[in-house]
């Protein structure tokens, strides 16, 4: 089972522990519980009816959720129906309990229980407000805040809080769609078909050499990048990789899978920086310039490591090992490769990334103890977290043989995608570099056919296999030209 960090509370601090808390009340129970049961180990909700769970996310007169279940409920239930019914639900439960208040004799208390309901709406739409980009998540919105409201017709303050979160609400919507309308727009980088045989670019034409020549510098604009790019990405996104696994397997609840263009976005980014610096060694006549572009992008990379960005550091390095540079045999040669084996250590794939993930816990750390800015950066390497949440899922069951849902496997999944939002909340504090962020995002790079042409151009084949394979390449292009 892939690793985890460190313990939930220590992320959200003592009251967020997904534990009841003193004075908060405790919802369903034990056996015997009702529509439903909840099953509490230690204190901490392991399991339920999804009805149950529905129950205990809705406040009462004397009880108000955890936040840490609300984050994670909220989080998790798109597993099993979209938001819109679970809104439509809740929506139920809150009349159910509005009449019992009604006819009992705590009607006084209507107020304190129509406030707690619009405390749990602003959570909610402060944590997912692309749930009510959805017009029948806003029209169940509409109808309970119109419920609540009558609960306070003397002083409005239940209407005012209401307006509040509504306002705040379509404000983010409204930027979040802006944002996704810049993205869509921005395109990666082109894609240079590159030489057809013997016809390299010149030794003048400029690299990221001629634009950066600062291994620290690079690292902090590619951290620029890496930190803009995975702000866009929001927990219900990478809640997609387990809805949509369940949607296949069901065929339910398939959920809104145009989500997911965030993270094909930052994977792309990925591949393109490795792409990017394949690209840059290929293109260089010279063998004592190849060997100097190699060195400057291991500085690179070990600069990206200090600083904490593990995904921009893996991805030079899985650009270093693609084929058409590994196999530049003399240019290796000459390079200083101390440095180099110290950062394949870190990545050894090994004990499933062992040695990866004491660095990650290093910074992670580092981070919650951090007194600047600088020392809170964490940017795990994408393509394995994403893993780590998917094999999360598959090993661990939905549902337990009782039919509850098994909570306990939610909670792991939510403190994951938790602990990865707030590094994705850190500001960058580097000095943004307008010309070289353009390099790295707009700079043409070589198809894998142009990267192999060239590696061939610099040196030539060495063996049959070799051999065989640049004369093949050779005929394709030519047939092609």
């Not at 993205?183 to 001629?210: F, M, S």
């Not at 060694?281 to 060997?291: D, L, N």
């Not at 816990?361 to 893993?387: D, H, W, Y």
Request: neutral net charge; glycine residues 4%.
């Amino acid at each position: 089972m892939p690793q985890t960090s460190v313990v939930f509370s220590s992320i959200l601090g003592p009251s967020c522990s997904g534990q009841v808390q003193p004075g908060m009340g405790e919802r369903g129970g034990g056996a015997g519980g009702g529509s439903g049961d909840l099953i509490f180990q230690d204190g901490r909700l392991i399991s339920g009816s999804l009805e149950a769970l529905m129950e205990h996310l809705v406040p009462t007169v004397d009880y108000y959720p955890d936040r840490t279940y609300i984050f994670t409920f909220l989080l998790s239930s798109r597993v099993f129906m979209p938001p819109h019914d679970l809104l439509a639900r809740v929506g139920q439960i809150c009349v159910e309990q509005k009449q019992q208040l009604e006819a009992g004799p705590e009607k006084a208390k209507l107020k304190s229980f129509s406030a707690k309901i619009v405390q749990l709406l602003k959570e909610w739409t402060e944590a997912f407000p692309y749930d009510f980009q959805d017009e029948k998540a806003m029209a169940e919105l509409k109808a309970i805040t119109h419920r609540v409201t009558q609960c306070d017709e003397e002083n409005g303050t239940v209407k005012k809080a209401i307006a509040q979160m509504t306002q705040s609400l379509l404000l983010s919507l409204a930027a979040r769609s802006q944002l996704q309308e810049l993205r869509e727009k921005l395109r990666p980088p082109a894609v240079d078909k590159g030489p057809i045989l013997k016809t390299k670019p010149p030794a003048a034409q400029k690299d990221i050499l001629g634009v950066c020549c600062d291994p620290l510098v690079l690292a902090q604009q590619l951290t620029h990048i890496e930190l803009d790019r995975v702000s866009s990405i929001y927990p219900e996104d990478l809640m997609q990789i387990v809805s949509h696994m369940d949607s296949l397997d069901n065929h339910r609840c398939r959920g809104d899978l145009t989500k997911t263009y965030s993270l094909e976005a930052y994977d792309n980014w990925f591949n393109c920086l490795s792409m990017l610096v394949a690209t840059e060694v290929c293109r260089v006549v010279k063998k004592k310039h190849r060997t100097r572009m190699l060195e400057f992008f291991i500085d690179v990379a070990r600069e990206c490591f200090n600083i904490g960005n593990f995904n921009s550091m893996m991805a030079i390095i899985s650009g270093m090992n693609l084929s058409p540079v590994a196999r530049l045999k003399k240019t290796w040669s000459k390079v200083k490769t101390a440095k180099f084996d110290v950062l394949e250590h870190h990545m050894d794939p090994s004990s499933n990334f062992c040695n990866y993930r004491t660095a990650l816990q290093g910074a992670t750390q580092r981070s919650q103890m951090a007194n600047s800015s600088r020392e809170k950066i964490v940017i795990p390497v994408f393509n394995l977290f994403v893993k780590d949440i998917y094999f999360l899922h598959k090993i661990h069951t939905n549902h337990l043989p009782n039919g509850h849902i098994n909570f306990k496997k939610f909670w792991e999944i939510s403190r994951q995608i938790h602990e990865f939002m707030t590094w994705t909340q850190v500001e960058c504090p580097f000095e943004k570099d307008k010309k070289i962020q353009s390099y790295l995002l707009t700079a043409p790079i070589y198809s894998e056919e142009a990267l192999f042409v060239a590696s061939f151009e610099s040196e030539g084949p060495e063996n049959h296999m070799e051999k065989d394979s640049w004369k093949t390449l050779r005929t394709t292009l030519l047939n092609r030209a």
